[in-house]
T-cell receptor
Framework: EAQVTQNPRYLITVTGKKLTVTCSQN?????MSWYRQDPGLGLRQIYY???????DKGDVPEGYKVSRKEKRNFPLILESPSPNQTSLYFC?????????????FGPGTRLLVL | GENVEQHPSTLSVQEGDSAVIKCTYS??????FPWYKQELGKRPQLIID?????GEKKDQRIAVTLNKTAKHFSLHITETQPEDSAVYFC????????FGTGTRLTVIP
């Protein structure tokens, strides 16, 4: 089954404790992206990747890192999480750049930073 | 970067009536305009999209219109049903996707 998966789905952590949220797609998609969703703000892009070893900042990259060592995986790293990073996070992938192709979302990761 | 504004933020309609959600965008280079539906606790799901070479697209009870000159696009849902109740997001894209802030649609049986 074609899908985007994220792990963990729920995470409670404390300020400053490094964490990684994994994202994987099995559709051989070139484009992958991370969003955060906060009430009243919609979805805002954190980072995106157009292909292996190619990543770039989105709208709200501060406090986050990403890597794209393999086509299928695009982990989101919070080196020193803070309470303002409490949010719902979505990974997404697309066969090509978005002007040409549809984007598919993972199930989401709900993060609480205490 | 792109700025997408979406109105209204909440919308209540009677079952069977039509619902219209409007969005404007700022970057004239944007050329892909998807609409997503998000049910409570779920991921956004694409319901319809339109590209800049098309002015209107329809899929059963939903339709999207695009006015590139005025930089606005709209979602129209006809014959609304309770299962249409959800949050709807518009978005505009060149290389990246910029979302509106969402419209919570409630269909009253």
């Amino acid at each position: 089954e074609a899908q985007v998966t994220q792990n963990p789905r729920y995470l409670i952590t404390v300020t400053g404790k490094k964490l990684t949220v994994t994202c994987s797609q099995n559709m051989n998609h070139e484009y992958m992206s991370w969003y955060r969703q906060d009430p009243g703000l919609g979805l805002r892009q954190i980072y995106y990747s157009m292909n292996v070893e190619v990543t770039d900042k989105g709208d709200v990259p501060e406090g986050y890192k990403v890597s794209r060592k393999e086509k299928r995986n695009f982990p989101l790293i919070l080196e020193s999480p803070s309470p303002n990073q409490t949010s719902l996070y979505f990974c997404a992938s697309s066969p090509r750049v978005l002007r040409e192709a549809t984007q598919y979302f993972g199930p989401g990761t709900r993060l609480l930073v205490l | 970067g792109e700025n997408v504004e979406q109105h209204p933020s909440t919308l209540s309609v009677q079952e069977g009536d039509s619902a219209v959600i409007k969005c404007t965008y700022s970057d004239s280079a944007s050329n892909y305009f998807p609409w997503y539906k998000q049910e409570l606790g779920k991921r956004p799901q694409l319901i319809i999209d339109i590209r800049s070479n098309v002015g209107e697209k329809k899929d059963q009870r939903i339709a999207v219109t695009l006015n590139k000159t005025a930089k606005h696009f709209s979602l129209h849902i006809t014959e609304t049903q309770p299962e249409d109740s959800a949050v709807y997001f518009c978005a505009a894209s060149g290389n990246n996707l910029f979302f509106g802030t969402g419209t919570r649609l409630t269909v009253i049986p």
